[in-house]
């Protein structure tokens, strides 16, 4: 059955969302703050919009996609925000925020009678365009249940963790795991290279290992042709990492793994990496940086 759909966000992820949401037969109105990046979906049926408010105003769902909780707090929470004009089902909150954003937005949304999901996604680019994200939400799960038809449009699985922010909370948790791999596939790299092995050979046999993940089989070939151009940025999974050891604080648990990745990224952004793909965590672990202008 087809519903209306607001989704805010028409970045590197949430476009391919939204085509797919269209190609399952869902009506979209759409918000972005840049308004070029409305018109692919404009020219595939969707309105564009001059507000998130606007967006969400007659739609039955919204779907949000932006970059962090400043943005979220934005969009949601803003004067031409979405809580304040939504009068629909539910708001899937797909974007990657702290656990206290996501409960903050969720209390404003129950204050007005309406249904909030934390629903982060894992994976990338090629995941968002082939329907095969994973979705780990946090919320009521009547809510959860209300909003399986957009999941299954966008996705292959979706968990309910339990209530709001738990996930927000196993997605953080998700990208500290990545970031640390990703640094530590490059460090890998960087001895291999510097020893004088071939870098499919070593991906051949690493990724057979214990130690072997989809992430060696997706980023050793791009720091061995050093093509950096981004599935994921480097710089949101800084933000990423940022979040995960402020969540640790707030659950006074020890992190030194995670704090050392964090660190490693923290840099490689202010190196001027931040827009590359994470995987150029290895120019900023070889030296191999860009010249400044």
């Not at 948790?173 to 640094?183: A, E």
Request: hydrophobic content about 45%.
């Amino acid at each position: 059955m087809s519903t209306t759909i607001g989704f805010i966000g028409l970045g590197a992820m949430g476009t391919p969302m939204a085509q797919n949401l269209i190609s399952a037969g869902h009506t979209l109105k759409v918000w972005n703050r840049s308004t070029a990046r409305c018109e692919a979906l404009v020219a595939q049926g969707a309105q564009a919009c001059d507000s998130p408010a606007a967006a969400a105003r007659g739609a039955d769902f919204v779907v949000s996609m932006v970059a962090d909780d400043e943005a979220t707090a934005q969009v949601m929470l803003g004067e031409h925000g979405i809580v304040s004009a939504f009068e629909g089902r539910v708001i899937l909150d797909c974007s990657t925020n702290s656990p206290a954003m996501a409960r903050q937005v969720a209390q404003a949304a129950a204050a007005r009678g309406r249904a909030y999901l934390d629903a982060p996604v894992s994976g990338s680019l090629a995941q968002a365009r082939g329907r095969e994200l994973v979705f780990m939400v946090g919320g009521p799960a009547d809510a959860f249940d209300a909003a399986q038809p957009l999941f299954t449009a966008m996705g292959r699985m979706a968990r309910r963790m339990g209530d709001n922010g738990t996930g927000a909370t196993i997605k953080l948790i998700n990208n500290m795991l990545s970031g640390t791999v990703n640094t530590a596939i490059a460090e890998a790299m960087s001895i291999s290279e510097a020893a004088g092995l071939d870098s499919d050979q070593v991906m051949e046999i690493l990724a057979e290992g214990a130690a072997g993940c989809r992430l060696m089989k997706t980023k050793i070939p791009k720091i061995a042709a050093r093509d950096f151009s981004p599935q994921f940025q480097l710089g949101l999974m800084d933000k990423d990492l940022r979040y995960f050891l402020r969540m640790a604080q707030e659950l006074d648990r020890q992190v030194a793994v995670a704090s050392a990745v964090r660190s490693q990224l923290q840099g490689a952004r202010r190196s001027g990496l931040g827009e590359q793909d994470v995987s150029a965590i290895f120019s900023y672990v070889t030296q191999d940086l860009p010249r400044k202008a």
